[in-house]
C-alpha cells in the first residue's frame, strides 16, 4: 500500500450535476478526513471517520454534501447539485492514531463546476 | 476570529538567507501542531511536528510558545527548492474520552526563493 488513493483526480461537471468522489486510505489507517481547499487558502475541515461511523461534520458540509465511508475502508464524498462555488480541491486523508501525530493525504480530486 | 493565522506573504528571499514564518492559532486546548510543507498544485506534506521544548530538523526549527499561542518555524540558508506554501497546523481536540479531533490549518505562507 503506497499511500491514499483519490480518483478522480480531476473531475468537470455541469452545473447542477451530481459528482461523487473516491478515497482509498492507507489500509491499515481507521480515521479517514476530507477537506476543501481552495486558491490561497489552506485545507478547509468537512467531515471525519472512525472506521465507519461519522464522527463530525463541518458546517461547511451543506446538505448537498454527503460522505460514507460504509465497510471502515475507503470513502465517498458525494455533491448533489452542484454549484460553481462547489469547485475546489478536495482533499482525503488518514491516519493511524487521529490528529496528535498529523496524517497523510491523497492527491487530491479537483473539481471544476462549469 | 481565524482558529489559525498566518501571514500569507509571499516571502521573497535570496538563496542562502534566513527565513522565519509565524503562526497564532486560539484554542488552547489545542495540543499538537505541525508545519506542512505544500507545493504548487499538490497535496500539503508533514514537514515537522513542533514540541515545546522546540525542535530541529536540518536546516528547519520549529518553535512553540503555549503561553502566547505562537508558533514559529526558521529556515536557516534557503534553498530553491524550500521555494513552496508552508502551512500551520494545529489539532483541535473533540469531547470524549481519547478523541484527538481534527486538524485545523491556517491559510499558508508562500516563500519564494530567488538564485
Known amino acids: 500500500d503506497t499511500g491514499v488513493s483519490q480518483d478522480p483526480r480531476h473531475k468537470i461537471t455541469k452545473r447542477g450535476q451530481n459528482v461523487t468522489f473516491r478515497c482509498d486510505p492507507i489500509?491499515?489507517?481507521?480515521?479517514l478526513y476530507w477537506y476543501r481547499q481552495t486558491l490561497g487558502q489552506g485545507p478547509e475541515f468537512l467531515t471525519y471517520?472512525?472506521?465507519?461511523?461519522?464522527?463530525?461534520k463541518s458546517r461547511l458540509l451543506s446538505d448537498r454534501f454527503s460522505a460514507e465511508r460504509p465497510k471502515g475502508s475507503f470513502s465517498t464524498l458525494e455533491i448533489q447539485r452542484t454549484e460553481q462555488g462547489d469547485s475546489a480541491m478536495y482533499l482525503c486523508?488518514?491516519?493511524?492514531?487521529?490528529?496528535?501525530?498529523?496524517?497523510?493525504f491523497g492527491s487530491g480530486t479537483r473539481l471544476t463546476v462549469v | 476570529r481565524k482558529e489559525v493565522e498566518q501571514d500569507p506573504g509571499p516571502f521573497n528571499v535570496p538563496e542562502g538567507a534566513t527565513v522565519a514564518f509565524n503562526c497564532t492559532y486560539s484554542?488552547?486546548?489545542?495540543?499538537?501542531f505541525f508545519w506542512y510543507r505544500q507545493d504548487c498544485r499538490k497535496e500539503p506534506k508533514l514537514l515537522m511536528s513542533?514540541?515545546?521544548s522546540g525542535n530541529e530538523d536540518g536546516r528547519f526549527t520549529a518553535q512553540l510558545n503555549r503561553a502566547s499561542q505562537y508558533i514559529s518555524l526558521l529556515i536557516r540558508d534557503s534553498k530553491l527548492s524550500d521555494s513552496a506554501t508552508y502551512l500551520c497546523?494545529?489539532?483541535?481536540?473533540?469531547?470524549?474520552?481519547?478523541?484527538?479531533?481534527?486538524?485545523?490549518f491556517g491559510q499558508g505562507t508562500t516563500l519564494q526563493v530567488k538564485p
Open positions: 471517520f472512525q472506521n465507519e461511523a461519522q464522527l463530525e
Open positions: 497546523v494545529v489539532n483541535t481536540p473533540a469531547r470524549g474520552s481519547g478523541n484527538t479531533g481534527k486538524l485545523i
Open positions: 513542533v514540541y515545546s
Open positions: 484554542n488552547s486546548a489545542s495540543q499538537s
Open positions: 486523508a488518514s491516519s493511524d492514531t487521529g490528529a496528535n501525530y498529523g496524517y497523510t
Open positions: 489500509s491499515e489507517h481507521n480515521r
